[in-house]
């Protein structure tokens, strides 16, 4: 037997009235045309508004950003080849993964990092646990060369919500991002900043050996379900 999309709403609402009696203004908002799409929505937005509120811990406190000592600066006057610039791009993939453009995400990472290389279906897939991903993005470090490449990290609260369960997620993480330095024969592609990788957030205090602690090109917590 086959069901329409607006039955099988239905069937949903009427299960759901045990806990809360919602079906009837649903089901009438259906009866008098309303799109199945929408009252769907509606029921969702209700449910989320429920839910335990999404509350990253503040700058300075544990798990929250380090404070940013440095005074905001105008878009306008940002140097896209400096560390502002990088910050503005791991800005950029985040709110991409918020609005689940993966594809589009995947493309702000270097192509011969594990992350960029991987197919469209496999990037995707990494996100499938969180039915909202939101960021915080902190203030870059100083940009650093080696070998005609330019390095910055950019510390990032990543938070969100677990598809599983609607409980909240936070980490704290740090992106670096590499671009070609001004040299002959490097393309303006090459010139621009790309993520490199992804990995725990390290304070510059932290003494860490460096063959233990490097950052995986992959962020574990974004792994493949």
Not at 127 to 136: C, D, G, L, V, Y
């Amino acid at each position: 037997m086959r069901f329409s999309a607006g039955a099988t709403l239905c069937m949903s609402l009427l299960l759901l009235s045990a806990c809360d009696g919602r079906e009837e203004s649903a089901i009438d908002n259906l009866a008098n045309g309303a799109n199945a799409s929408q009252v769907e929505n509606s029921i969702r937005a209700e449910a989320q508004a429920v839910m335990e509120p999404l509350t990253p811990p503040a700058p300075g406190t544990p798990g929250g950003l380090p404070v940013d000592p440095q005074p905001v600066i105008e878009e306008n006057a940002v140097d896209p080849k400096g560390a502002q610039g990088a910050a503005q791009v791991v800005q950029g993939y985040y709110g991409l993964l918020e609005e689940k453009r993966y594809g589009d995400a995947q493309d702000l990472w270097n192509d011969n990092s594990a992350m960029g290389a991987e197919d469209d279906a496999h990037f995707a897939a990494r996100f499938r646990s969180f039915s909202e991903i939101h960021a915080n993005i902190g203030a870059p470090g100083d940009v650093e060369g080696a070998a005609g490449s330019l390095f910055v990290t950019v510390p990032v609260q990543v938070y969100g919500r677990l598809a599983a369960n609607g409980k909240p997620w936070y980490r704290l993480r740090q992106v670096t991002l590499r671009r070609a330095n001004d040299v002959p024969g490097s393309s303006e592609a090459d010139r621009r900043w790309h993520i490199e990788s992804i990995g725990p957030y390290e304070s510059p205090a932290q003494e860490v050996a460096e063959t233990a602690n490097a950052i995986s090109a992959t962020d574990q917590t974004l792994r493949k379900q």
